[in-house]
């Protein structure tokens, strides 16, 4: 339904769930879909270069000739800008950029000269942008410009039921890059990556899954191989004494290795290990999180 019109998206969701899978499917099944669809991360690009990526500049050089370069607003023109994690543009270029949308025409940085525009706009965040609404970090008026269809992609664990499915997915697509047999993977195994909470999303089980087919040899991915694949930075602290380590350290060496055995011993779950460990799942998650113990990714 959002896709066949030029309806302005704002897509919502945790890092890895899909948000820019989904703003290339939208436009892909657009009109727009023979015409470029350009991407800015504004998380990735400084603040005193996101107007410059945004709408582009023209400079005058010593000679009197001018440099001119496009910018993404442009470069999208006829097609679609998805600009990923806005929340973390700046106050100025979300200025700059709600006036496009109100005008449909810039000035590129040092110009003077008017440009139109007919570039349809897609957004997306992890943020509550009405909490930096609050918070003077985020423009309101930007806000109700880009939020015409609001949509919200939710995290892998709350959907459990596409796990098989994608795990499928990225098995018959890894095992076709790499040149290996199909692998299929066992009940077992299953259960262990429906258990898991998957905080890094899709693309966390997208790596896990790459991971397993280079390292494992068999065609069927059973249980037994989990521990195999456990992040090398969790064995970082070999067990025994370390006289340069504080008691600080050595406490936290001690429970990151405790928790991952009783991880190991619960075939990953996480319910079963809480209550073993007898203490409540968040307070497990958020273990998980302070000791660094990321088991699959």
Known sequence: MAAPNDGRVLIYGE???GKE????????QSPRKNK?????????????????ELFGYAKEELNHNFLNKKGKLLLADGGTLFLDDISEMSLKAQGKLL?????????PIGSYESIPVNTRIIASTNKNLKELITKGKFKEDLFFKLSVIPLTIPPLRERKDDIPLLIDYFL???CTEYGKKQKTMNEEAMKAFLSYSWPGNVSELANVIERFVIMVQDVEIK?????LLVEPREYQH??????????KQARGNFEREYIHNVLKKNNWNIASTASELKIEK???????KALGITFFA
């Open 172 to 174: 018959k697509y890894f």
């Open 36 to 52: 470029r669809f350009v991407q800015i991360d504004s998380a990735a690009i400084p603040d005193d270069l996101i107007e410059s």
């Open 15 to 17: 890092n890895g769930a």
């Open 282 to 288: 968040s307070s497990l998650h958020k273990k998980l």
């Open 21 to 28: 899978l989904v703003a290339r499917l939208i436009h892909e």
């Open 223 to 227: 249980g037994s191989h989990l521990p």
């Open 238 to 247: 070999a067990p025994g004494f370390d006289n340069h380590e504080s008691l």
């Open 99 to 107: 006036e496009v949308m109100e005008r449909g025409k810039y000035e």
